[in-house]
């Protein structure tokens, strides 16, 4: 089966979740009950910006490929083949790392 292609509207962008370390720097090994979720992800698909009131349009200022934090509650998690993934306003997203 082919993989879905998913194109996100307006200033809309998808996100894949990095897995955070299942260590502590002192070697303590932290079980997945008590694990928090990332806030830092990889940017895998943008919408092509959203609108001013003059209808012009704004780019966005993240691209594909772009290692981003956002906030604890932000963007919707979606299922898509198989893959848990969030989408989210660009204004969502707090910076780009790296």
């Known amino acids: ?4 292609k ?3 509207l307006h200033d809309r ?17 932290i ?3 008590v694990k928090e979720k990332p806030q830092e992800g990889e940017v895998i698909a943008i ?3 959203g609108r001013d009131e003059a209808g012009k349009l704004i780019k966005l200022d ?13 963007g919707t998690e979606v299922k898509l083949d198989g893959e848990d993934l969030l989408i989210m306003k660009e204004s ?3 910076g780009v790392v790296g």
């Not at 089966?1 to 879905?4: E, G, L, N, Q, S």
């Not at 897995?19 to 303590?28: P, S």
């Not at 691209?63 to 934090?69: A, E, I, N, P, S």
């Open 1 to 4: 089966m082919a993989k879905t």
């Open 6 to 8: 998913f194109r996100p």
């Open 13 to 29: 962008v998808v996100v894949r979740r990095i897995d955070a370390d299942a260590k502590t720097k002192g070697g303590i090994i």
């Open 31 to 33: 079980p997945d009950t």
């Open 47 to 49: 919408g092509p910006g």
């Open 62 to 74: 993240v691209k594909t490929g772009d290692r981003v934090l956002f906030g604890k509650w932000s």
């Open 92 to 94: 969502d997203i707090m």
